[in-house]
């Protein structure tokens, strides 16, 4: 079993930057793909970003998520976390931390999942 916890969201300014954290425990999360999804209020879950087992290989929403996102893991640490800069009020949403055997950009192939953190971007 692997728990997840997400840390870091909260209220920013557009245009300004948040930095999530993952923390993992139970057992290492070396093996899993991690990924990071949001969901607003009445939307579906999206992916925003993931990263392989090695941090080798990065995946992003969309190119606008690509440019101001950036996924980063820390094996040693347990640990993944996810930049956003340039952020938008759309970027509004809970944020959601998941672990799965393989990098993918649909939720369902993630086994894990975090209680999600609130991230809100408003003037």
């Known amino acids: 079993q692997v728990q997840l916890v997400e840390s870091g969201g909260g209220w920013v300014q557009p245009g300004g930057s948040l930095k999530l954290s993952c923390a993992a425990s139970g057992r290492t999360t070396e093996d899993y793909a991690m990924g990071w999804f949001r969901q607003a209020p009445g939307q579906e879950r999206e992916v925003v970003a993931g990263?392989?087992?090695?941090?080798?290989?990065?995946?992003y929403k969309d190119n606008s998520a690509g440019r101001r996102f950036t996924i980063s893991r820390d094996n040693a640490k347990n640990t993944v976390h996810l930049q956003m800069k340039a952020m938008k009020p759309e970027d509004t949403a809970v944020y959601y931390c998941?672990?799965?055997?393989?990098?993918?950009?649909?939720?369902?192939?993630?086994?894990?999942w975090g209680q999600g953190t609130q991230v809100t971007v408003s003037s």
């Open positions: 990263v392989s087992w090695n941090g080798g290989v990065t995946y």
């Open positions: 998941a672990a799965g055997r393989y990098l993918d950009n649909v939720a369902a192939t993630y086994e894990y």
